[in-house]
């Protein structure tokens, strides 16, 4: 298994930042108060999150431009 070229960049695509929206959802949702878990519909965390990750898979499909390119260094500068 080997890392992808640009993955220092992974904090900036699509597919990243629903991924971690999820896990915010999922890691709050404990402490969320139960006067207001019931003001939601039942399941509706669960839902979100299934479709979020859905959302994910597909953003990791589509072409990001500038996030998946891979960029030469830039070059050295020389003084006389």
């Known amino acids: ?5 640009n993955w220092q960049r ?13 896990a915010g959802i999922q890691g709050l949702w404990p402490n969320i108060p139960p006067d207001l878990k019931s003001a939601l519909p039942a399941g509706v ?7 979020l990750l859905v959302a ?4 990791r499909l589509i072409d990001q431009g500038s996030v998946t390119e891979t960029q030469p260094p830039p ?3 020389t003084n006389p």
């Open 45 to 51: 965390v669960n839902w979100v999150s299934i479709a």
């Open 1 to 5: 298994m080997r890392l992808i070229p």
């Open 10 to 22: 992974a904090h900036r695509f699509i597919s990243v930042q629903l991924m971690a929206i999820v």
């Open 75 to 77: 070059p050295k500068e």
């Open 56 to 59: 994910a898979v597909a953003a």
